[in-house]
């Protein structure tokens, strides 16, 4: 190619760039190494868990650590970890390195007080449930603690007035598990579930949506077709029947979740998209030699990313009731903590010991919603139309 | 004279609509050589646009389909090159600049990433080159403080900053020939001027050949080498500049240079308006708003491309064929436009 001397033969001006310059260009590059690295690490550590660990054994054990050694790694805990992974690579890290843009973010999202205030609740509850199972030991049964109300209020579940123990500081059920670790553990099962199924739903319809849109023809005819499909099959009913046949396990049903709830996403991706599609840029950089792949990642999703905000925002919250919803009706995997067991554990003593189903339906109700609070300043905070005054 | 750069023959585009085919570009033909600047002139609907995208098959397909006819850059033959093979050649050798400056820059890069991109594309650069090769080029276009704009958004430019930096984001692989659709329409004069001057010393300094795409004839005066005169998808009058502005051969030609604002003398607006592109008239499209037209203009086709006999220009007009006196069409009642004046030089 002709193109390379010319390219070789042009004098660079301001070559004088600092060491700062230098710097933030390494951690790039470091970015996207650490990404490829600790995703390679994860299916690494999740295969030899999976292929050479006996069953029910911590990997860490195995490896004769004795350190970790009780933590018998699940497969939800693997999808976490991958979620967490990309959720650090792909939007913290680029939020990180780019302050100006975050900083214009926090301007926007700053202007609605309620959503943060309902962010430090939604922070809260979500470090709660990061990192809360890893400093507390899981609830045990202990029926002699059972039906004691939480501290400062004396109550009478079975006849006799019995007094809150600081042992127990929001109380425990009728098992005599302690209210304040079902809720933290509960937290990690619904934190687990938010981010799992809603990166694996936004996931698929963004690209699903941003393809059809731009590709168009018999593609888009193709993918929206079986969106419709898709779309009327009984989530609901195959769940149930996965779980009479398999039993209940956490995993399959954020899977199931995240893989049969994207048509919202994918048709909203897809109307804004169409949009997109016609702007001049696309365009612009179709002209430049641009792949349709290319547009498609590097133009048309970062551009309908206020889109997918909105709707991971609020499919987000549906997934969480979901589950808490399965778990009330019992199909729950047994062993996890869901805030949907604890309320459906309580609900036969209402009236003589409220604390037990109220206590996490309150932090069911005010995590709902004050995603769904935040969703809505986060929406106006990222659009990139917005900032151009359009 | 070395083989052109571009050469494109009797292209047909039509686009498939609900109503029915649209000859959007019926037929047309000329050249560009190395280093020199082709502006492509027409009136709206003339086709002009489409003809500009179609040399690196950018109209969406469908709807959009190259009938027929051959479009040859530099050798190679652009129509039915392989997609892989086209992407290399788009950006890389032929770069486009779009109307829309506006539009053209998308809101979630900085200029520097955008102006990079072209360069991620086809070379393999790292993130620091492409920086300094963006910075090197917003210098170039003249961009002040360019270490510092470099990292900032579309929305922190101004129109002609934009369309210095989309000019900057065309030239970053710096390309053989460089396609401009109305590059200055959405700009206001005095930004218009700088430019158009921009574009003419990175013409020179790139040694690059210019399609440049406009309705605008002062621009046409201000950068043309030579000119295709385009009516309703057929080219007019194709020639050199300064020729066809002093002696315009074609009745349209000269009905154009008549009604431009601004030139002291009487305006005449050309009658009637574009054909349908749908069912375009027979004989010459542009009979039914011609003062000239003959009963030979009704019939037949688009007359072809004959050569004047005085100056360099071809024409596509019966009165330069066999048998027809040329010197009818420049009668008292829409006079010589060349005497007037009014040609920036």
């Known amino acids: 190619m002709s193109g390379e001397n010319d390219y070789a033969d042009l004098t660079f001006r301001n070559l004088n760039l600092d060491e700062e310059e230098e710097s933030t260009n390494i951690q790039v590059t470091a970015g996207s190494l650490g990404q490829i690295l600790t995703l390679g690490l994860l299916t690494v550590g ?13 990997m860490f054990a195995y490896m004769g650590s004795p350190v970790l050694a009780a933590w018998d790694v699940s497969s939800v805990d693997w999808m976490f970890m991958y979620t967490l992974a990309l959720l650090l690579f792909n939007a913290v890290l680029p939020l990180y390195n780019n302050p100006r843009l975050t900083g214009y973010y926090w301007r926007q999202f700053r202007k ?5 205030f309902s962010g430090w609740i939604v922070i809260g509850i979500s470090l709660m449930g990061l ?22 209020i004396t109550a009478r579940p079975e006849g006799t007035p019995i007094s809150g123990v600081w042992k127990y500081p929001l109380g425990t059920n009728h098992q005599g598990q302690g209210m304040l670790k ?3 553990y509960g937290a990690r099962v619904s934190l687990q579930i938010a981010l799992i199924s809603t990166l694996v739903a936004t996931g698929i319809g963004a690209v699903v949506g941003a393809t059809g849109a731009f590709v168009g023809g018999i593609v888009d005819e193709v993918l929206f077709r079986y969106v419709d499909v898709q779309s009327v099959f009984p989530v609901f009913i195959f769940l149930l029947y996965l779980v009479y046949l398999f039993g209940a396990e956490l995993y399959y049903i954020i899977l199931i979740f995240g893989f049969f709830s994207w048509e919202g996403t994918a048709r909203l991706v897809r109307a804004e998209a169409l949009q997109r599609t016609e702007e001049a840029y696309v365009q612009a950089s179709e002209a430049a030699g641009a792949s349709r792949s290319w547009v498609i990642g590097r133009h048309i999703i970062p551009n309908v990313s206020s889109t997918i905000v909105t709707v991971a925002t609020l499919i987000l919250p549906s997934f969480v009731l979901g589950e808490a919803a399965l778990a009330f009706l019992g199909f729950s995997e047994p062993g996890t903590f869901s805030w949907g067991t604890t309320i459906a554990g309580g609900r036969g003593s209402l009236s003589t010991a409220p604390w037990i189903s109220t206590i996490p339906g ?21 659009d990139p139309r917005g900032e151009s005054g359009e | 004279m070395s083989d052109p750069l571009l050469s494109v023959s009797d292209l047909k585009v039509q686009f498939n609509t609900d109503a029915g085919v649209v000859k959007a570009v019926d037929g047309i033909s000329f050249d560009v050589e190395r280093g020199e600047t082709v502006c492509i002139v027409g009136e709206s609907g003339s086709g002009k646009s489409v003809t500009s995208e179609t040399i690196t098959r950018l109209i969406p397909q469908p709807p959009g389909r190259i009938e027929s006819g051959s479009i040859e850059f530099d050798g190679m033959e652009l129509t039915d090159m392989p997609m892989k093979e086209l992407l290399e050649i788009r950006g890389e050798r032929i770069a486009h600049v779009f109307q829309n400056p506006q539009g053209a ?3 979630v890069y900085s200029i520097g990433k955008q102006i990079a991109e072209t360069l991620h594309l086809h070379r393999d650069v790292s993130k620091k080159e492409g920086r300094d090769r963006a910075i090197d080029l917003l210098d170039r276009v003249g961009i002040p403080d360019p270490t510092k704009r470099v990292d900032e958004y579309p929305h922190e430019f101004s129109g002609g900053m934009k369309q210095r930096a989309v000019i900057a984001m065309a030239l970053a692989a710096d390309p053989d020939l460089l396609i401009a659709d109305e590059p200055t329409t959405a700009l206001d004069v005095s930004i218009q001027a700088q430019i158009l001057d921009l574009l003419r010393d990175l013409q020179e300094e790139f040694n690059m050949s210019v399609v440049f795409v406009t309705h605008d004839l002062g621009v046409v005066a201000e950068i043309a080498d030579s000119v295709v005169v385009m009516y309703a998808g057929k080219v007019m009058e194709r020639g050199d500049v300064y020729e066809l502005f002093e002696d315009p051969a074609h009745p349209y030609t000269q009905a154009m240079l008549n009604c431009r604002p601004g030139q002291g003398g009487e305006r005449t607006i050309i009658e009637g308006s574009l054909p349908s592109a749908m069912n375009p008239p027979d004989g010459c499209r542009f009979h039914p708003r011609c003062p000239h037209a003959v009963e030979d203009c009704r019939t037949n086709d688009q007359p072809p491309m004959y050569e004047r006999a005085t100056t360099d220009q071809e024409v596509s007009c019966v009165h330069y064929g066999e048998g027809f006196d040329p010197s009818v069409i420049r009668d008292e009642e829409t006079g010589t436009v060349a005497t007037d004046g009014g040609v920036e030089q």
């Open chain 1, 131 to 152: 990192l809360g199972p890893i400093l507390l030991d899981p609830p045990t049964l202990s029926l002699t603690d059972a039906y004691l109300p939480p501290v400062g």
């Open chain 1, 362 to 382: 309150f932090f069911l109700f005010f995590f709902v919603l004050c995603v769904n609070s935040v969703g809505d300043a986060l929406t106006d905070a990222v």
């Open chain 1, 112 to 116: 609605n007080r309620l959503a943060v």
């Open chain 2, 105 to 107: 820059l998308n809101p």
């Open chain 1, 182 to 184: 079902l809720l933290v």
């Open chain 1, 46 to 58: 999740y295969l030899f868990d999976y292929l050479v660990v006996t069953e029910n054994t911590s």
